[in-house]
């Protein structure tokens, strides 16, 4: 079993920054790639991020490369995705999820976080 909690959201103008936190326990936590996604209003849940159980690889989502980045720290069991110039479309809450491999799709994330709102004003 493994538990999520994502912290650093809040209210950023736009061309800000804000880092989000995903603070992970459960013995297998390292074993997980881990996700990032977002669901803005009246939107389905879409991938933002996803780095590799040893960290070796990420992938991103088109609409965020060059701004955001996805890092994890297995000391502390925490994953991080740091986001620059932010913008009103990435307006959303964002959920934090341990998949199964470098994967975009929900549906091979075991576990969730209960989100954490994030909103960029223009």
């Known amino acids: 079993q493994v538990q999520l909690v994502e912290s650093g959201g809040g209210l950023v103008q736009a061309g800000g920054s804000l880092r989000l936190s995903c603070a992970g326990s459960?013995?297998?936590?390292?074993?997980?790639?881990m996700g990032w996604f977002r669901q803005g209003p009246g939107k389905e849940r879409e991938f933002v991020a996803v780095?590799?159980?040893?960290?070796?690889?990420?992938e991103y989502a088109d609409s965020v490369k060059g701004r955001f980045t996805i890092s994890r720290d297995y000391g502390d069991n925490t994953m991080y995705l740091q986001m620059n110039s932010l913008e009103s479309e990435d307006t959303a809450v964002y959920y934090c999820?341990?998949?199964?491999?470098?994967?975009?799709?929900?549906?091979?994330?075991?576990?969730w976080g209960q989100g954490t709102q994030v909103t960029v004003s223009s």
């Open positions: 780095i590799s159980w040893d960290a070796s690889r990420a």
């Open positions: 459960g013995r297998s936590f390292s074993s997980f790639a």
């Open positions: 999820a341990a998949g199964r491999g470098l994967v975009t799709s929900t549906q091979y994330y075991d576990y």
